[in-house]
């Protein structure tokens, strides 16, 4: 029962101006878990999409979800976790490339499916994207005193197949 | 269509809303709302003295009316010091609608004059609330307010209103209805849900009622009658529930949680099958919560999801208005003629009848002394158990609750959530306008009436006569307990050397004060205040100050573990419960 679930929570909200504050001020007055919280505007631009990776044990979390429904601003929302879904993150490194790390950490880049999209004479700056454990993977491959830089999007993510979350 | 300004747009909204009272306080960012509101009659502003006061009498009103509590402040300290009271508001879900002015929009965020984020101040303690922008937007802006605060799980709505707004113009429209397609309370329950339900009720040997503020804030209170009859069951209420089942009746066992009574405590831990109903298992009904009720399968009807399962999972949650869950119940129970175990109901009844036995009500009279529960009996008496009783918080808020028995809803008003010293006296004054023919009490503190005192102004300049029963013990009561109880009675900080004379201080404000010190003329002190009915009256007694309240349950103990007066001389509390208030 204790055992604390990653839940990446997907949220239709309206595009108001204290909307976020409601979704931030809930998480911190409450004393749940917030990882990473990505929000923009959608198709729709009298709503905005917020994606929220959260964890805690089946409890928590339907607390959480609870709560966020009670939001005035909440329109809907689901649990990616608990559907077939993907999640994306997007994350930029920077790294130093000098020497013999600069064919390394092309072959690294290739390997993870990044982009390389600016090279220096000393550095290369990466773009990548995955599920936010390829990240990782990729961070923890490269060696530690060649990062300079890390910038993530935190995740967002969508149902597979047929569902869809709209109004 | 002539366009008109914000400032009238608001008053008309109000007009068309049915606001009959709006409690309030002026100030530079309101000046142009004033100055409509002078101008007609429809809507009545009651000036206070305090912004605290303000919203405590509209949450009063709203309490003994059910119609919404409707507040008027300033930008800056007019809203900070309302802020008490709308999370008092919010914790209890009372439905209120406070304007607050705020600097012109241009000059939002520069730091201006008597600017504060209200939005932001505010934002954890109500349901909901709107910056308004654009005047073209005021009118839905305040409809929705209404219609957020009023419906589903009531709460306060805050609607921040910048200068320039109202003085802009536009055409005013109000719209009869709104819809919001991000809010939609579910009203009716689940039928499958509902029918389970009824299947576990009526299976139940060892049933409990267990019934909260839910029940009066949906006027659910006939459709509880009905079932709780129907049914036979006992049933108990908490602090917030009162009055919603009449007290005097039989299958009534008294309030539960840390004051609760011996016998519903007791039921409560025993009892096989847990029909909660509009409560929402706070800490201080449930004990510790791995102790709580721990044979009983349970039923939860709520109207806030949210609220089910939260601190202790249910087995059959029911999301729905409370008349519309139990009224349905209720015809499936007559429709299939479905009755529930007699026989085990009456072995329950008989243990329930010996836990009665236990008298854990009882204490020892004096007629040397006044006994603060002497006090709320013989008001219950003398106001024939009719009055509006309002308290505010401490030892005297729990002899109000066990003594004076509400036989109907929304005659008990009291801080329960967030337990607001100074709410008591304001409210009974909000409850008064509400009920200008009704008897109105404000059971209090000492301590907590210094909190409120400047709106016995307002009682007078309106005349709103209310009668005040100081229990005066000349300590922090409750604390006191507390400390005796659990800090070896180190008094740090409880005993109020100075107190003012009460009564001088009554007639200062142009109403009536009476001192009482001997348990003999207390009837006599009751009857005369009551019979100045268009008088407020300070009634001033001199209590004994070493009264605590019992039954208690300790923090952290469980329901089982209650102390009883006279029985309990050493008291001690569970070394885990020391972290809990
Ligand atoms: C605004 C506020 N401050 C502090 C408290 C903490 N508190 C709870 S009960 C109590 C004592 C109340 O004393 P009094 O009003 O004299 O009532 P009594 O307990 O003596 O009946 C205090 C200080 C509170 N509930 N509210």
Partial sequence: ?????????SILMENESGALSRV????????YNIESLTVAPTDDPTLSRLTLVTSGNEQVIEQIVKQLNKLIDVVKLIDLSETDSIERELMLIKTKALGEQRAEMMRLSEIFGGHILDVTDSTYTIELTGPGGKLDSFLRAVEKDAILEVVRSGATGIALGQKALHV | MEPITGAEILVRCLKDEGVEYLFGYPGGSVLHIYDELYKQEDVKHILVRHEQGAVHAADGYSRASGK???VLVTSGPGVTNAVTGIATAYMDSIPLVVFTGQVPTALIGN???QEVDTVGITRPCVKHNFLVKDVRLLAETVKKAFYIAMTGRPGPVLVDLPKDITITKTEYHYPKKVKLRSYNPTVKGHAGQIRKAVDMIL???RPMLYTGGGVILSDGSAELVELTQLLGYPITQTLMGLGAYPATDKQFIGMLGMHGTYEANMAMHECDTLIAIGARFDDRVTGKIDKFCPTARIVHVDIDPSSISKNVKVDIPIVGSVPNVLRAMINVIRDEKLKPDTEALTQWWRQIDEWRKMES????????VIKPQFVVEKLYQVTEGQAIITSDVGQHQMWAAQYYLFDR???????GGLGTMGFGLPAAMGAKFAFPDQDVACITGDGSIQMMLQELATMKQYNTPVKIINLNNGYLGMVRQWQEFFYQKRYSMTYFEALPNFVMLAEAYGHVGMKIERPGD???ALREAFAMKDRTVFLDFVTDPSENVFPMIPAGGGQNEMLLAERDDMVSTHEEGMVLV
Avoid: C
């Avoid at chain 1, 029962?1 to 929570?9: A, E, L, W």
């Avoid at chain 1, 931030?24 to 004393?31: I, K, Q, T, V």
């Avoid at chain 2, 809803?409 to 801080?415: K, T």
């Fill in chain 1, 1 to 9: 029962m204790n055992n604390s679930n990653r839940h990446v929570i």
């Fill in chain 1, 24 to 31: 931030a001020n809930l998480f911190s007055a409450r004393g």
């Fill in chain 2, 68 to 70: 919404p509590g409707v």
């Fill in chain 2, 111 to 113: 730091d201006a004059f």
């Fill in chain 2, 203 to 205: 299976s139940a040997k």
């Fill in chain 2, 361 to 368: 009500l009882r204490y020892r009279p004096s007629t040397e």
């Fill in chain 2, 409 to 415: 809803p929304r005659q008990w008003i009291n801080s």
């Fill in chain 2, 522 to 524: 207390v009837e006599g």
